[in-house]
């Protein structure tokens, strides 16, 4: 079973910067390997959607919404076979990106789709004008 704890939500002003960390527990550095993971996020009273992607070889996407703003990465350097993490670094926040942000993970690789199977709880960003 995946563990996804997201954190480094908060509060930041418009144009501010925020990396957001997911730690992936209960995974080998192999598997970390061969997982696939992404970032979605879900503003009041919208539709959850994709943000970030990044397959099991390491290539990335974005969303058209956050292209050359947000960037995704993982690492999978941790030899202990405990935690690996995944980031999502903000730059150039937008009023608009203001959602609870969560960290999702499959084997499959979905794209933007919402089909993963692991889910985390979500952290919250506010971005203020």
């Known amino acids: 079973q995946v563990q996804l704890v997201e954190s480094g939500g908060g509060s930041v002003q418009a144009g501010g910067s925020l990396r957001l960390s997911c730690a992936a527990s209960?995974?080998?550095?192999?598997?970390?390997?061969?997982?696939?993971m992404a970032w979605f996020r879900q503003a009041p009273g919208q539709e959850r959607e994709g943000v970030a992607t990044?397959?099991?070889?390491?290539?990335?996407?974005?969303?058209?919404?956050v292209k050359g703003r947000f960037t995704i990465s993982k690492d999978n350097d941790n030899k202990d076979n405990d935690n690996n993490t995944l980031y999502l670094q903000m730059n150039s926040r937008k009023p608009e990106d203001t959602a609870v942000y969560y960290c999702?993970?499959?084997?499959?690789?979905?794209?933007?789709?919402?089909?993963?199977?692991?889910w985390g709880q979500g952290t919250q960003v506010t971005v203020s004008s």
């Open positions: 990044i397959t099991n070889e390491g290539a990335t996407n974005v969303a058209d919404s």
């Open positions: 999702a993970a499959d084997f499959i690789y979905y794209g933007l789709l919402k089909d993963y199977k692991y």
């Open positions: 209960k995974l080998t550095s192999l598997t970390m390997s061969t997982i696939c």
